[in-house]
């Protein structure tokens, strides 16, 4: 199985996801058309119903957050259409890829983290996740235990050795 195919290559922004990851981006976005959308409609006409719109600064106010929510659905709809489910089964162990765990030491203090690395979306440092798509994560990407990464970081440069890749 590839990681990629063609039409992932041709496609804008291509993300993979745990089946976690995909359920949750889906209900967040049930939850947006459902029931955020028709409250925003609702609001609208309530603020209608009270006369002038061209003074009507809660009119205003509603059609705006509308606009703002339609933006967000629309992303999330993107984001959706372009996300992949991955078989974390199949993915190699013996460097890092999207959905591998990793055990770093920082070389310039010697701290050790972990942290798995997952789509954009998904990612939620308070739990070790942090995006493929970060300096970290793309500093990552590919390397194998013993090697050393340099990442470019708003300080500096820092060094990591990468002690350890797994899969949950």
């Known amino acids: ?16 996801y745990t089946a ?63 996300a992949r489910l991955i078989d974390e089964s199949v993915l190699d162990t013996s460097k890092i890829l999207v959905h591998s765990k990793v055990k770093i030491k920082n070389q310039n203090n010697g701290m050790e983290m972990e942290y798995k690395l997952v789509a954009q979306s998904e990612a939620d440092l308070a739990t070790g996740k942090i995006s493929v798509d970060s300096p970290i994560g793309r500093g990552l990407l590919g390397k194998k235990v013993g090697e050393m990464a340099e990442i470019q970081v708003p300080n500096g440069v820092v060094k990591f050795e990468i002690i350890e890749i797994s899969r949950d």
């Open 20 to 82: 976690e990851g995909l359920k949750k981006l889906r209900s967040e976005l049930n939850q947006l058309k459902d029931v955020e959308r028709p409250n925003a409609s609702k609001a609208i006409g309530e603020a209608r119903d009270k006369g002038d719109l061209s003074e009507n600064a809660e009119y205003d106010a509603a059609k705006e957050a509308q606009g703002m929510l339609e933006m967000r659905i629309s992303k999330i709809e993107e984001i959706y259409a372009n």
């Open 1 to 16: 199985m590839s990681l990629y195919d063609t039409n992932d290559l041709i496609m804008s922004k291509v993300s993979y």
